[in-house]
C-alpha cells in the first residue's frame, strides 16, 4: 500500500459553488479523520470515521460541509456554498484503530481556493 | 481550555548547527505527545511520540525530543541539522483527539 491518498491535490472555485474531496486510506485501517489547515496554523480535527460511522464532529463543521464514508473504505468531504473563509488545505489521516498508540498517517492534502 | 503553544514562529540555523524547537502544551493530566514534520508538497509525518516511561525519546531522521512534566514541555532536538531538515515542523498532544501547534518553520543557511 502506497499510504493515504487525496484527490484532487488542488481545487480552485468560486464562491457558492459546491465541491467534494476524496480521500483513500490505507486499506486496513478502520479509522478516517478529515482536518483543515489554513495559512499559519496547524491542523485541525474536523470530524473521523470508525469504519463507515461518523462518530464526532467538530463545531468547525458547520452545515455546510458533510462527510461520509459508505462502505467504511474511501471518504468524501462535501462543502456547499463555498466561502472564501473555506481557503485551507484539507488533510485527510487514517490509522488502524483509535487511541493515540496508534499512528495516524496522513494524506498530501487537498488545497482548496475559493475566489 | 487544551492548548498547545509553539512560541517561535520561524526558527533560522546554519547547516551543521544544533536545532531546539520548543513546545509546551496546557492540558489538566498528561497528554500523549507527538511532533510531526511537514515538507512542501508531502503530507504529515510523524517524527517521534511520547506516551509514557522515558523522557527522552528517539524519533526518526536524527530527532529527539524531551518531556518534562514539571515545565509542561516537550522541546525537539538535533544536534547537527541537515538542509533537508527545512520544513515546517508541528507539536502536538493527544488526550481525546489530536491538537496541533502553530508549527515552527525551520530554515536552514548554507
Known amino acids: 500500500d502506497t499510504g493515504v491518498s487525496q484527490d484532487p491535490r488542488h481545487k480552485i472555485t468560486k464562491r457558492g459553488q459546491n465541491v467534494t474531496f476524496r480521500c483513500d486510506p490505507i486499506?486496513?485501517?478502520?479509522?478516517l479523520y478529515w482536518y483543515r489547515q489554513t495559512l499559519g496554523q496547524g491542523p485541525e480535527f474536523l470530524t473521523y470515521f470508525q469504519n463507515e460511522a461518523q462518530l464526532e464532529k467538530s463545531r468547525l463543521l458547520s452545515d455546510r460541509f458533510s462527510a461520509e464514508r459508505p462502505k467504511g473504505s474511501f471518504s468524501t468531504l462535501e462543502i456547499q456554498r463555498t466561502e472564501q473563509g473555506d481557503s485551507a488545505m484539507y488533510l485527510c489521516a487514517s490509522s488502524l484503530s483509535g487511541g493515540a498508540q496508534y499512528e495516524q498517517y496522513f494524506g498530501p492534502g487537498t488545497r482548496l481556493t475559493v475566489t | 481550555a487544551q492548548s498547545v503553544t509553539q512560541p517561535d514562529i520561524h526558527i533560522t540555523v546554519s547547516e551543521g548547527a544544533s536545532l531546539e524547537l520548543r513546545c509546551n502544551y496546557s492540558?489538566?493530566?498528561?497528554?500523549?505527545l507527538f511532533w510531526y514534520v511537514q515538507s512542501p508538497g508531502q503530507g504529515l509525518q510523524l517524527l517521534l511520540k511520547?506516551?509514557?516511561?522515558?523522557?527522552l525519546v528517539q524519533g526518526i531522521k536524527g530527532f529527539e525530543a524531551e518531556f518534562k512534566r514539571s515545565q509542561s514541555s516537550f522541546n525537539l532536538r538535533k544536534p547537527s541539522v541537515h538542509w533537508s531538515d527545512a520544513a515546517e515542523y508541528f507539536c502536538a498532544a493527544e488526550d481525546d483527539k489530536i491538537i496541533f501547534g502553530k508549527g515552527t518553520r525551520l530554515h536552514i543557511l548554507p
Open positions: 511520547y506516551f509514557s516511561g522515558d523522557t
Open positions: 492540558y489538566g493530566a498528561t497528554p500523549y
Open positions: 486499506s486496513e485501517h478502520n479509522r
